[in-house]
């Protein structure tokens, strides 16, 4: 048997381990159940993928996103490792092979949704299969307490009763006290080994500042800290718009959110990691797979969701252990948006009731069928044809997706299937008498091959892009052409996937439900009003907060965050005379902001905010509408 360091040298290119990885994979070699709670960046993978390998046969991984599936795959493919994922895009008569070369291919790893596990054909392979571990990943969905709570994570139970002899390892990155008691019971751990990394995060500062205009503080952390840097928003068109800004102003800057291809997803994140770009502007679907040791700085423009999002997120920068910075940027409007963004469009249980019934209808889905059923699905058309409000009906059918009542599966793809009817001299000479579409032609005729020949899928998105054309100007031409009988057109413009996996049973499929997704309500309550506390809490040392907030006790301030250091002498306790008459000086001859006021008065960012408001105690200054200070005339 070859030992977990020959593995990890052989495979990774390490040759030694990250902390606790070594003791959790001996656990699991000696065939416990494991729960390993590692913080993000700690290298959860390698603790089940290492003994998978030693060991004879093959490891089941239960994992809740397709795309961290396909993910960690790739890497292993890329190793030269046999792995598979069987993701929700296989169809039912395609998994009969790949489970048979689960069982007779020598396959290392095999990666699961929980609701595969609801399929008698799985059950059945997995009863045959030479199984040496059980891993289950994202392992706080199994909980009613966990953040992203998902019930069809129960199904993993049944495992224990194909596999009676095999051991589990669970993993998390954020789990509280409450949520690991409850992974191990609901996975049926006998005196589990337990590890948990703390949450400390020493050399990562943690900063909250209260700032009137957040691009300007941005440039001033960038150019402070001219390293590799990730900038989160809550928009793709907050991410273009920073991005933009960035560029104009002299800084190597892209941008990464969900609406891009995966061309332009792959471009744009190696731009980033080789170093060519210094910071990556993005949504929060940047997530999966970085693990770039030398990120400085991590800035939140908007309050995040939940602690264990933002944790996370903080936590890609400072793997290096050098000094690096997890920011984020409030003003006094952030805390009710984002009571707005994620409160007030909680979904009510009889409008679940209702988008259900409405989603049955719409794919006209009679009573007692549908499951296993999969439609393209144009989210937007949807909302229009029923006039629902966009956002709660999203997070409605999230809960529909969280709950196994559907599969949501997002692909912001419009592709089109075409072949063209005429001959290539045919063609021509109708372009000749059209010429305002013949640009559009050209581009599909170099873009994709065969087109003469066989149906072909194109992408009008990138058609669009390359001729910088609106995409509706491409389809408009597509449409023309087929009206024209020269081509001929199945239009499929999409920006998602439903499959429905059960019957349809209205109220009834709802009312089972019910209790999960108003648990789930009042959690996410809890989560927004522990974000607001963090951010408005300058009296406890952050670091302190969050690993209360994990349910670490720490005696010691971490001397580094935005606290610690207003605590140190940051902050003056004493407002200057000196700085006062320098802002009345500056201000008698026009209103300025208080940026405007730090570059004319050369007064420390850091004391400018307590030195305005007490002057607008004191009646020496006013805000006005344009939010400026001037001068209060006596």
Not at 17 to 29: C, M, W
Not at 123 to 139: F, G, H, P, S, W
Not at 403 to 420: D, K, P
Not at 476 to 491: N, P, T
Request: one cysteine or more; aromatic letters at 8%; hydrophobic letters at 35%.
């Amino acid at each position: 048997m070859s030992h977990p360091i020959q593995i990890l040298e052989r495979y990774w290119n390490h040759t030694s381990f990250r902390p606790l990885q070594e003791d959790i994979i001996n656990a699991v070699l000696e065939g416990e159940d494991t729960f390993a709670l590692l913080p993000t960046g700690g290298g959860k993978s390698i603790c089940f993928q290492i003994p998978a390998l030693i060991n004879e046969g093959i490891c089941i991984v239960i994992s809740p996103l397709i795309a961290l599936m396909k993910d960690q795959v790739r890497a292993l493919k890329e190793k030269d490792i046999k792995a598979m994922a069987l993701t929700s895009e296989y169809k039912y008569n395609e998994l009969n092979t790949m489970l048979d070369n689960c069982i007779y291919g020598n396959y290392k790893f095999l990666y699961l949704s929980p609701e595969r596990l609801q399929q008698d054909i799985v059950q059945d392979r997995i009863r045959q299969m030479n199984v040496n571990l059980i891993a289950v990943d994202e392992a706080h969905c199994i909980s009613q307490w966990g953040n992203d709570f998902r019930p069809a994570y129960k199904n993993i139970t049944i495992l224990r009763e194909l596999q009676p002899t095999v051991n589990i390892i669970a993993l998390t990155a954020t789990a509280r006290t409450k949520v690991v008691e409850d992974i191990v019971k609901n996975l049926d751990f006998i005196s589990p080994k337990i590890f948990k990394q703390s949450f400390k995060r020493e050399h990562l500062a943690f900063m909250v500042f209260e700032v009137e205009d957040k691009l300007y503080k941005i440039e001033q952390i960038l150019k402070k800290n001219p390293q590799s840097s990730i900038i989160y928003v809550r928009s793709r068109k907050h991410a273009h718009e920073i991005h933009t800004s960035l560029e104009k102003n002299g800084f190597l800057s892209t941008y990464y959110h969900g609406g891009l291809s995966n061309n332009e997803k792959e471009a744009h994140f190696n731009q980033w990691f080789n170093n060519q770009k210094q910071v990556m502007v993005a949504t929060n679907a940047f997530g999966m797979g970085i693990d770039k040791a030398d990120v400085k700085t991590v800035i939140h423009v908007n309050l995040p969701e939940s602690l264990e999002s933002y944790f996370q997120e903080a936590g890609r920068a400072g793997r290096n252990n050098k000094k690096a910075f997890a920011i984020i940027l409030k003003n006094k409007g952030d805390e009710q948006h984002v009571k707005n963004q994620f409160l007030k469009i909680l979904p009510s249980i009889d409008f679940i009731k209702l988008v259900y019934r409405k989603l049955c209808s719409y794919f006209q889905i009679s009573y007692g069928e549908g499951d296993f059923t999969t439609f393209n699905f144009n989210f937007n058309a949807f909302c229009r044809t029923y006039n629902f409000n966009t956002h709660t009906t999203y997070n409605a059918l999230q809960a529909l997706d969280r709950t196994s009542i559907i599969h949501l599966s997002r692909q912001y793809q419009n592709t089109s299937i075409i072949m063209f009817l005429v001959s290539s001299n045919h063609l021509f000479t109708y372009l000749e008498k059209h010429q305002n579409i013949s640009i559009v032609v050209k581009s599909i005729l170099r873009t994709y091959g065969g087109v003469f020949d066989q149906d072909v899928k194109i992408n009008a998105s990138i058609i669009a892009k390359k001729l910088s054309l609106k995409e509706d100007d491409v389809i408009d031409v597509l449409i023309q052409l087929e009206k024209d009988e020269i081509i001929s057109l199945k239009l499929n413009k999409t920006d998602a996937e439903i499959t429905f996996l059960e019957p349809r049973e209205d109220d009834k499929t709802i009312n089972r439900i019910a209790k999960i997704i108003e648990q789930q309500n009042a959690l996410k309550t809890q989560q927004v009003t522990a974000v607001i506390d963090y951010v408005n809490n300058d009296n406890i040392c952050k670091s302190k907060q969050l690993l209360s907030y994990f349910g670490e006790d720490d005696s010691q301030d971490c001397g580094i965050c935005s606290v610690c250091l207003q605590k140190n002498g940051d902050q003056p306790n004493t407002i200057q005379k000196s700085d006062i008459e320098k802002i009345i000086s500056v201000l008698e001859e026009k209103p300025l902001s208080s940026r405007d006021i730090i570059e004319a008065t050369k007064i420390k960012e850091s004391h400018i905010a307590s030195i305005l408001r007490d002057m607008l105690e004191n009646n020496l200054i006013e805000l006005t509408n344009t939010n400026t200070y001037k001068r209060k005339k006596p």
